[in-house]
């Protein structure tokens, strides 16, 4: 599966942003989906994760139910949806595809499919 991240932008402090994932192939809805971001310096840290029929949901314990993933098999996207956002949640942000599809994969290393990355800077 091949994957467009976009939605990324400058934002205030507190404000919000909607990130979106389109996935091209016929097999999207068997797959689990992550979001994941990387700052500058930093590792690649795990955001969220939706599984394939969108029925369990994980997060990183930063998120603290600030963020919402969803997606749409009919339309073959994964969202993110921000509020709330800090500066230190300034990154670029990626989706990912794993095969199990089972929601509970949060390690950068189980998934096959990557986006190309879309950059949120969140200002104070």
């Keep these: 599966v091949q994957l467009q991240a976009s939605g990324g932008g400058l934002v205030q402090a507190g404000g919000s942003l909607r990130l979106s994932c389109a996935a091209s192939g016929r097999t999207f809805s068997s797959y689990g989906m ?21 029925g369990i949901t994980r997060y990183g314990d930063f998120v603290k139910g600030r963020f919402t993933v969803s997606r749409d098999n009919a339309r073959n996207t994964v969202y993110l ?4 956002l800090k500066p230190e949640d300034t ?28 950059q949120v800077t969140v200002s104070s």
């Design 34 to 54: 992550g979001w994941f971001r990387q700052a500058p310096g930093r590792e690649r840290e795990f955001v969220a994760v939706i599984s394939f029929s969108g």
């Design 81 to 84: 949806q921000m509020n709330s």
């Design 91 to 118: 990154a670029v942000y990626y989706c990912a595809a794993e095969r199990s599809g089972s929601g509970y994969v949060t390690s950068p290393s189980r998934y096959d499919s990557w986006g190309q990355g879309t």
